[in-house]
């Protein structure tokens, strides 16, 4: 299992070293862009996130805001209205208890609203340059990509806590660059991805996925990629990248994952299914191994310390390019600590995710 899990992880780092860093500076586009934000109880977030989009370098013309409030009990509608005069659109929701998927249902209700040929969506909570809108748009265009994943990150950690959160969450986001350059998508992260409205109606939107509360990103993903994944791009690019916070606390960092791991239901690719099942029964195996270590003969305590570092060392070899990609390198010395204890977060995940319901923004969900 531990070769297996070697060739998955060099496979993975071989997929980002593919993609080129793409820089945009001699092109100007002239897309129409509709950028999409759901929004629930976000009041603290969402002013600065949409003066990071008012203060974008693209035309003004040609850019479009659409907030969607998802039945906020804050002011996060008042704020939003405020922005009324500069071109920001507000659509409250008024659905009450109906649904189990409202981010979805809000998405939709904004992209048939919508003016742009272009959807870009993002999150209440997140920060951008001013360069993130003409970056991607350019990227799209010169690479006639239909459907773009950008990089997210985490910053402005205010503990130790969140710094491992920072290099946990940039291992997924370069995974999920990964299987793009692999030409074979497997996730992305829906606080920065782009897409052509007439693909999101040519897909049939989110019918057939809106029965599960996450999966507005990666679901979509996976469709556009079952028959059309030379249409996805990933845009490497600084000036793409889109940054929010960590979790505070464990409880809400478990919540979070397990919502983003409950998607894995309705995979259909067979290729994502087995990729998962490999790294997820590696970790079961490596934990098993880790925690009987003490009770194991002198041979076997060796093969689980050789287990362990090669674990490090091909995790180490994938995260070092990401991380320099980000210019946040100093986070690897928190990778051995990392290595030991992601099996058992992994392996609670697997299971957790799966089954039975969870938190999300005030509702409960399954």
């Known amino acids: ?104 249902f809000a998405i939709n209700k904004a992209i048939i609203a919508s003016e742009g040929d272009i ?69 992305c992260n829906g606080a920065n991805l782009a897409y052509r409205k007439s693909l999101f109606f040519e897909m049939g939107g989110f019918k057939g996925i809106d029965d599960l509360a996450s999966g507005d990103d990666e679901l979509l993903l996976h469709k556009v990629a079952e028959n059309h994944s030379a249409w996805i791009g990933f845009c490497k690019s600084r000036e793409a990248v889109v940054y929010t916070d960590a979790k505070e606390n464990l409880k809400a960092f478990l919540s979070q994952r397990r919502r983003w791991a409950s998607k894995s239901t309705k995979y259909k690719d067979k290729k994502v299914v087995v990729l998962g099942v490999c790294i997820w029964i590696f970790n079961l195996v490596f934990l098993g191994s880790l925690l009987s270590v003490l009770v194991l003969d002198k041979d076997a305590q060796t093969l689980v310390l050789v287990s362990l570092i090669f674990k490090f060392l091909c995790e180490l070899a994938f995260l070092y390019p990401v991380l320099a990609f980000m210019r946040r390198k100093e986070l690897l010395v928190n990778l051995p600590l990392l290595t030991v204890i992601h099996p058992l977060y992994l392996v609670y995940i697997g299971i957790m995710g799966n089954i039975g319901k969870y938190d999300w923004k005030g509702r409960t969900v399954k």
């Open 119 to 187: 959807i870009i969506t993002t999150d209440a909570d997140c920060q951008m340059g001013p360069k993130w809108v003409r970056t991607i748009i350019s990227y799209m265009v010169l690479n006639q990509k239909q459907m773009v994943s950008s990089p997210v990150s985490y910053h402005e950690e205010k503990s130790y806590f969140e710094k491992l959160q920072t290099l946990e969450f940039l291992y997924l986001i370069g995974l999920g660059a990964s299987g793009i350059g692999n030409e074979n998508p497997t996730t």
């Open 1 to 104: 299992m531990t070769i297996v899990y070697v060739v998955l992880v060099l496979y993975m780092r071989n997929g980002w070293m593919r993609i080129p860093y793409f820089q945009s500076e001699e092109h100007f586009p002239n897309e129409k862009v509709s950028i999409i934000i759901a929004a629930r109880n976000e009041e603290q977030n969402i002013g600065k996130t949409l003066d990071a989009i008012m203060a974008q370098d693209y035309p003004k013309e040609l850019l479009e805001v659409i907030v969607i409030d998802d039945h906020s009990t804050d002011k996060t509608g008042l704020i939003v209205q405020s922005y009324a005069t500069r071109g920001v659109k507000l659509i409250t929701l008024n659905e009450g208890s109906k649904l189990n998927s409202y981010k979805k």
